[in-house]
């Protein structure tokens, strides 16, 4: 079965070709700035432990059109690697906001689409976007199936006490306001690959695992479900990021609001744009941040430290919220790449059971690795996340439910 996995952006398509039969990559790419005068297209084709890479700038004015790029890339010489669009079985999608309407997920279609369309107010940079892949893909494989899968879904199984916030009620009736948790894909494949490190039935796991990249949430999993996750309604809290705030006291939008005449949008932009690691030192990627570290920068020195304070926060609160912690996994581009970060993430913590091997952590492969000293009570894990393949299995294992469910 050939899977093509898509993850539309507002102006970028990111994209991946399995052949699952095989567990292969055939491919992968990516085109970005959708919509101006020239977009950037990258394509690999991955053959026989060989790669074919392509790289051309070319106008690709909406998402259709770069789903017809990326169909001749796919298919034409020198890099293609199918003959004809019928060959990919299924599309899955990824879309940020289900709502609290998809636990799973779900065929692209009818109803479906409406529920997505719906939940735009609650993610309107993400879902247009997710949408418009959606629709240009039916146009472009039409006897593919179209397969949604949702980054909200996975939080689905939090309990009211971790999703209602404590606001006027009708609030959460009249507008759905409540926590619905992000990153889910990834925190799904990794609690996965970490019960398949530990060799341990996930059912029977209790996990904290760390998303850390330019955004970044913690997520609390009790024997393979989320039971807590530190994002909200929206990706802004929980902790800091490249340029989000992260938690922050909510009076604070109100005093910038009646005092510095902040509006609405200004109050956007400062806290999703301007604030994290930005805000504080300027700076988004945390290598640079440690470079001016080591120059003695006292503001990336702040940055620092805030972050890796923001994170054990979360840690120590997931501690106690799930009493026992079988393991803590950290991925994406700084759980799994800065060592420095993971250490601060955990330092301090020796009184919960956590305890670092210093080695393990600085030398870390890039693969599936434990890096907590012999007597840590809780196994500390880095785990690389690959979300494109979550998707690709989810949408596998749905289509073969609905199979079996016709037979």
């Known amino acids: 079965m050939k899977i093509l996995v898509i993850n539309s952006g507002s102006s970028s398509i990111k994209y991946k070709l399995y052949a699952m039969d095989s567990g292969q990559t055939l491919a992968s790419g990516q085109i970005e700035r959708i919509g101006q005068a020239m977009s950037r297209v990258t394509h690999t084709a991955h053959r026989q432990g060989k790669d074919e890479n392509i790289e051309k700038d070319l106008p690709v004015p909406d998402h259709k059109n770069g789903l017809g790029v990326i169909m001749r890339l796919l298919s034409a010489p020198p890099a293609g690697v199918i003959d004809h669009p019928d060959e990919i079985d299924a599309v899955g999608h990824r879309v940020v906001h289900g709502g609290d309407r998809f636990q799973k997920p779900a065929l692209a279609k009818g109803e479906v689409l409406d529920d997505i369309r719906a939940a735009i107010p609650l993610a309107p940079l993400h879902n247009p976007a997710n949408l418009a892949g959606i629709e240009a893909a039916h146009e472009l494989f039409p006897n593919a199936a179209q397969v949604a899968v949702f980054d909200t879904a996975f939080h689905q199984t939090m309990p009211p006490r971790s999703y209602i916030y404590a606001l006027p009620y009708e609030l959460y009736e009249k507008y759905g306001i409540r926590r619905y948790g992000f990153h889910g894909i990834s925190h799904h494949y990794v609690s996965r690959a970490a019960a398949i490190f530990l060799n341990k039935p996930i059912d029977e796991l209790n996990l904290i695992t760390l998303h850390l990249g330019g955004g970044g949430s913690v997520c609390a999993i009790e024997k393979g479900r989320s039971v807590d996750t530190s994002m909200g309604m929206t990706p802004l809290s929980g902790t800091i990021m490249g340029t989000r705030c992260g938690?922050?006291?909510?009076?604070?939008?109100?005093?910038?609001?009646?005092?510095?005449?902040?509006?609405?949008?200004?109050?956007?932009?400062?806290?999703?744009?301007?604030?994290?690691?930005?805000?504080?030192?300027?700076?988004?990627?945390?290598?640079?941040?440690?470079?001016?570290?080591?120059?003695?920068?006292?503001?990336?020195?702040?940055?620092?430290?805030?972050?890796?304070?923001?994170?054990?926060?979360?840690?120590?609160?997931?501690?106690?919220?799930?009493?026992?912690?079988?393991?803590?996994?950290?991925?994406?581009?700084?759980?799994?790449?800065?060592?420095?970060?993971?250490?601060?993430?955990?330092?301090?913590?020796?009184?919960?059971?956590?305890?670092?091997?210093?080695?393990?952590?600085?030398?870390?492969?890039?693969?599936?690795?434990?890096?907590?000293?012999?007597?840590?009570?809780?196994?500390?894990?880095?785990?690389?996340?690959?979300?494109?393949?979550?998707?690709?299995?989810?949408?596998?294992?749905?289509?073969?439910?609905?199979?079996?469910?016709?037979?």
Request: include cysteine; charged fraction near 25%; aromatic fraction near 6%.
């Open 247 to 407: 938690d922050i006291d909510p009076g604070i939008a109100i005093f910038l609001g009646k005092q510095a005449g902040y509006s609405i949008d200004d109050l956007d932009t400062t806290l999703n744009k301007k604030s994290g690691l930005f805000g504080i030192c300027g700076a988004i990627d945390m290598r640079d941040i440690h470079a001016r570290c080591k120059q003695g920068d006292t503001r990336a020195q702040l940055a620092f430290e805030m972050y890796g304070q923001a994170v054990r926060k979360y840690i120590g609160a997931y501690v106690a919220e799930l009493g026992h912690v079988d393991a803590l996994v950290f991925t994406a581009g700084i759980g799994e790449h800065d060592a420095a970060t993971r250490w601060e993430s955990c330092r301090k913590l020796q009184a919960l059971g956590i305890v670092l091997d210093a080695q393990a952590n600085a030398t870390a492969p890039n693969a599936a690795c434990r890096i907590s000293a012999a007597d840590s009570k809780v196994d500390v894990l880095v785990v690389p996340t690959d979300e494109e393949f979550e998707i690709a299995r989810q949408t596998m294992e749905l289509l073969a439910t609905s199979q079996a469910s016709k037979a």
